[in-house]
């Protein structure tokens, strides 16, 4: 590893322990009693909070699931070059040959 790599991975893990107090402690300043209502459900384990953020991301993945197969463009991130690389094909108007088939035209 090279030293830029190392250095971005500590200033990755350096902004996400200084974000997280952080957060919680502007969420404190702004509405204490519901942060307080917050940290005591929070305080009741880990498996009833895993359970009910599930639900929320178990929705949201569906959703955007049905979204992508409701769309008949592309999107963005899941645009691939070959049937493996992604879930919807490459668009012919945005390839390598079309743009310069567009340049020598100009």
């Known amino acids: 590893m090279t030293i830029s790599t190392v250095l971005i991975w500590f200033l ?3 902004a996400i322990v200084v974000a ?3 957060m ?3 969420c404190y300043a702004l509405a204490p009693t519901r942060t307080q209502d917050y940290r ?3 305080s009741c384990g ?3 909070n895993l359970l009910i953020g599930l639900i929320p991301a178990v929705v949201t993945f569906f959703g955007v699931a049905a979204i992508l197969q409701a ?3 592309p999107a963005v991130g899941l645009v691939g070059f070959g049937p493996a690389a992604g ?3 490459f668009p012919a108007q945005f390839s390598v040959a079309a743009s310069k088939e ?3 035209s100009k």
């Open 12 to 14: 990755i893990a350096t």
């Open 20 to 22: 997280i107090p952080s």
């Open 24 to 26: 919680w402690m502007v």
């Open 40 to 42: 005591d459900t929070a």
């Open 46 to 48: 880990v498996i009833p």
């Open 71 to 73: 769309r008949k463009g």
């Open 87 to 89: 879930a919807i094909p």
């Open 102 to 104: 567009r340049s020598r």
